[in-house]
């Protein structure tokens, strides 16, 4: 199984903050990476797949990076909706595997 | 509008089968560009992808759980299902049914797109 590390666990910032997340694939993965964002009680929403690629009607101030075995989720400019639970997913290789989640808080 | 919706008991004894199903709407289970899959996330935990099973019957399973673990397609009822035999509390678990869309030409995956609502099964006696 392709093994997907999360960094970092949790975080705190401010609305208005560049935030980063970051993904490692345990071996090259391409750029088959998918970002997903979980609210409290909701399923997972899809943010990015493809790495770098934005799902429709998800905002522009998510974007995505990388390749290989290194990938990150930035959101440029935090808003008071972004505050979530945030999963990388591997979508290389079955079993799919997803990171351990990073969840972003108010500072 | 693609939607899907899970359902079954949200209670299920140790040792007993739990059995899930996935209702699929404004896409056919049997569109060959994707694959149809079951995750699960214990209370406050991360993601567990569980399963997928695809219109020709070709099935893939996590093999942490595949000894455990049968998917299955109902095409006239445009449904897919979920069995986990031998349950413990260590599968008490929001179960999620999910699409998986895919490259027919490549192969090339895009991850899940589409998610059900979710449903908390619960593992007691």
């Known amino acids: 199984d392709i093994q997907m590390t999360q960094s970092p666990s949790s975080l705190s910032a401010s609305i208005g903050d560049r935030v980063t997340i970051t993904c490692r694939a345990s071996?090259?993965?391409?750029?088959?990476l998918g970002w997903y964002q979980q609210k409290p009680g909701k399923a997972p929403k899809r943010l990015i797949y493809?790495?770098?690629t934005l799902q429709s009607g998800v905002p522009s101030r998510f974007s995505g990076g990388g390749s290989g075995t290194e990938f990150t989720l930035t959101i440029s400019s935090l808003q008071p909706e972004d505050f979530a639970t945030y999963y990388c997913?591997?979508?290389?290789?079955?079993?799919?595997?997803f990171g351990q989640g990073t969840k972003v808080d108010i500072k | 509008q693609v939607q899907l919706q899970e359902s079954g008991p949200g209670l299920v004894k140790p040792s007993e089968t739990l059995a899930l199903t996935c209702t699929v709407s404004?896409?056919?289970?049997?569109?060959?560009?994707?694959?149809w899959s079951w995750i699960r996330q214990p209370p406050g935990k991360g993601l567990e992808y569980i399963a997928y099973?695809?219109?020709?019957?070709?099935?893939n399973y996590n093999p942490s759980l595949k000894s455990r673990v049968t998917i299955s397609l109902d095409m006239s009822k445009n449904q897919f299902s979920l069995k986990l035999s031998s349950v413990t509390a260590a599968d008490t678990a929001m179960y999620y049914c999910?699409?998986?869309?895919?490259?027919?030409?490549?192969?090339?995956?895009?991850?899940?797109?589409?998610w059900g609502q979710g449903t908390l099964v619960t593992v007691s006696s």
């Open positions: 999910a699409r998986d869309p895919h490259d027919l030409w490549s192969g090339d995956g895009m991850g899940f797109d589409y």
């Open positions: 404004g896409v056919s289970v049997n569109n060959g560009n994707y694959h």
């Open positions: 099973i695809y219109y020709s019957g070709t099935t």
């Open positions: 071996q090259g993965i391409r750029n088959d």
């Open positions: 493809t790495a770098s």
């Open positions: 997913l591997q979508h290389n290789s079955y079993p799919r595997t």
